[in-house]
């Protein structure tokens, strides 16, 4: 052994860190949620905020039930993609709450579940191209990208998918059962229309 070598530090990574691992992500999608729960809260209503949020975290817990399916080990990078996923995944919703926002503008005489269907048809070729594209790139990434990216570009392979079927399936579906009408969602505007034009009804 060499005389003149010296240990400067030991550092052990036990349980307790795992512990503190698992619960400093823990809170940080929780944050993710509740932020945007309150977001599109604002941005449009809370039904439909509602089933966006209970979509994302069907995605988020799905996604890491298929993880311990496989037992991979929940590390900070996996953590990471699971944010990502739920950033994606909200994009997706975002979209497919506008158009049906839209739709309540424009088609006045349908039902909520026509104006949800006729949305979410409108809507599909425009999740299914941009899913499919980034599921291509990290498929890359996950065959070429090596051990250190492993982990988190199998971890966005299992959460967009998912994402993109609750987007689709999940949130609007939700929004519905939680007795979405038109009036939720143009209220303010409703109102407006009202009290300064005048009827175009005989």
């Known amino acids: 052994t060499n005389q003149n070598a010296a240990v400067k530090r030991i550092e052990f990574v036990g349980p307790s860190v795992g512990a503190d691992l698992a619960q400093t992500g823990a809170m940080a999608l929780m944050a993710a949620l509740l932020s945007i729960l ?75 579940y026509e104006i949800f269907n006729v949305s979410l048809t409108q809507t599909l070729h425009r999740t299914l191209i941009t899913s499919g594209t980034t599921l291509m790139v990290i498929l890359m990434l996950y065959l070429f990208g090596g051990p250190v990216l492993e982990g988190f570009s199998l971890t966005m392979l299992i959460g967009v998918s998912i994402g993109t079927a609750s987007s689709i399936y999940v949130a609007s579906a939700l929004a519905l059962k939680l007795g979405m009408k038109r009036e939720h969602m143009l209220q303010q505007k409703v109102e407006k229309e009202g009290a300064d034009q005048p009827s175009i009804l005989p």
């Open 38 to 112: 309150v977001y599109v809260g604002f941005r449009f209503e809370w039904r439909l905020a509602a089933g966006v949020v209970i979509a994302l975290a069907h995605d988020v817990i799905i996604t890491l039930g298929i993880l311990s399916l496989f037992h991979i080990e929940i590390d900070l990078t996996i953590v990471a993609s699971l944010m990502s996923v739920i950033g994606y995944s909200l994009n997706d919703s975002i979209v497919v709450s506008d158009r049906i926002r839209e739709n309540f503008r424009k088609i006045r005489r349908g039902t909520p």
